[in-house]
């Protein structure tokens, strides 16, 4: 049948006479005009597909008296037969990490989120008073979201959240102190934000420091390693306790991971936290974080599987004009030359928000994603002895760092 319609712009675009209608449950079925005939299958694609989730946001769904569903939108005010979340419509996939790409590099994170309502939905964001946080941050509040600013600076936090109510005056933001310098900081705010959220949705690890010259932090860490990996690796752990099932944690890493030095054979303390300037490049302690980055992520994906907690990694995009070159001149030089050539800040916050929000994502974990596309990550990334190796070495210095009892409050395997 497929081989007599006609060509279309879109595979998904029903041929004329065709109509796309779901049922109760949330089953897509097509009625042919022509024939009186009704399928399961789209004429097109042959694919089946399948509604999920909340209506958008100002919307309700009704029965007559006659049994019909019909749709309410109250923004509008207007009423309709079809779902509104056809336009959502996801297909029924042969294999769980099987999706076609609906999004690239160009798509912004409010597209991602067209139609969507994220309310009673609670997030964390590191790092989101600024950059590529600030932009997800606002994207997910401006859709319902509860979104908790995790910044080293509340003052800086309070001020991001202001710049949002002035554009949404109803949106639900909060500041709490997070310093990824400090593995006691760390504990503090997961201890804070336990004490005043029952429940945490989207985990989302953005926080990060690149070109930084050496520094070490209070607990005695290289500052990018503890900042972009430790702090965040620890994070996590604290919080599984509120972190319930379909939840889901993104970790933004970078394509920087390709170009680290790390393996099973050299993986110790000194070469993930050198100990002095001599020992110290930034650019490799930037790739080396990264790669930490996607390890976590995959090594966290499996041994929370049986949780339904889904876990996966990122690469934002290029370059992208954000506070991130701060730390160098020259970095800062190189970012402003390749600007125009670069995603904005809310394209770069896209593959973030699909990460942590899309629903044909449901159930998929332990995957690194670009341009809201799954990618394949570096052979390094995907060995199971180094991540395992990489989540026994960070607990360690986690313990050195706080003792023993630093991590009873967690349950990682």
């Known amino acids: 049948m497929a081989q007599v319609l006609p060509d279309s712009d879109s595979e998904d675009e029903l041929p004329p006479g065709w109509e796309e209608r779901t049922t109760d449950d949330g089953n897509v079925y097509y009625v042919n005009h022509s024939t009186q005939g009704t399928q399961w299958t789209h004429p097109r694609t ?11 946001f100002g919307w309700e769904k009704n029965v007559s008296e006659d049994g019909k569903i019909f749709f309410v939108d109250h923004s509008n005010r207007r009423t309709t037969y079809t779902d509104p979340r056809l336009a959502f419509a996801t297909e029924e996939k042969d294999h769980p990490h099987d999706f076609r790409q609906r999004f690239d590099g160009s798509t912004s994170a409010l597209q991602i989120l067209h139609g969507r309502d994220l309310t009673g939905k609670v997030a964390i964001v590191t790092g989101a008073n600024t950059g590529i946080g600030y932009e997800t941050a606002r994207s997910l509040a ?15 936090a309070q001020e991001a959240i202001e710049r949002i109510k002035n554009e949404r005056p109803n949106t639900k933001c909060d500041a709490l102190e997070l310093d990824l310098a400090s593995l006691r ?4 705010f997961a201890t804070t934000f336990k004490l005043q959220y029952r429940c945490l949705d989207i985990l989302i690890l953005n926080a990060g420091v690149f070109g930084a010259p050496f520094t070490q932090t209070e607990d005695g860490y290289e500052l990018t ?3 972009n990996h430790l702090s965040h690796f620890y994070l996590t752990l604290l919080l599984e306790p509120v972190l319930p099932a379909g939840a889901r944690v993104v970790v933004v890493s970078s394509e920087s991971h390709r170009f680290a030095n790390l393996s099973v054979g050299n993986l110790s303390e000194s070469v993930l936290s050198p100990c002095s300037a001599s020992q110290y490049w930034s650019m490799m302690a930037y790739n080396n974080s990264k790669l930490c980055n996607v390890l976590f992520a995959t090594e966290l994906g499996r041994r929370w599987e049986k ?11 290029n370059l992208v004009s954000s506070n991130l070159s701060r730390h160098w001149w ?9 600007r125009p050539f670069t995603k904005s800040l809310q394209q770069a916050a896209s593959t973030t928000v699909y990460c942590a929000t899309a629903v044909d994502l449901e159930n998929v974990s332990g995957l690194y994603f670009n341009n809201c596309c799954r990618c394949e990550p570096s052979a390094a990334s995907q060995d199971r002895e180094l ?3 990489l989540w026994k070495l ?6 050195k760092t706080l003792g023993e009892g630093a991590l009873s409050s967690t349950k990682a395997d």
């Open 185 to 188: 900081s760390v504990r503090a």
């Open 387 to 389: 991540s395992n190796s």
């Open 330 to 338: 020259f970095y800062r030089f190189l970012f402003a030359l390749v």
């Open 46 to 56: 042959g694919k089946k597909k399948i509604v999920s989730g909340d209506l958008p």
């Open 394 to 399: 960070s607990e360690q210095m986690i313990q």
């Open 225 to 227: 390693f503890q900042v």
């Open 307 to 317: 949780k339904g907690i889904c876990v996966n990694s990122l690469h934002p995009g």
């Open 142 to 156: 401006f859709h319902g979201c509860t979104v908790v600013f995790a910044c080293r600076s509340v003052s800086k």
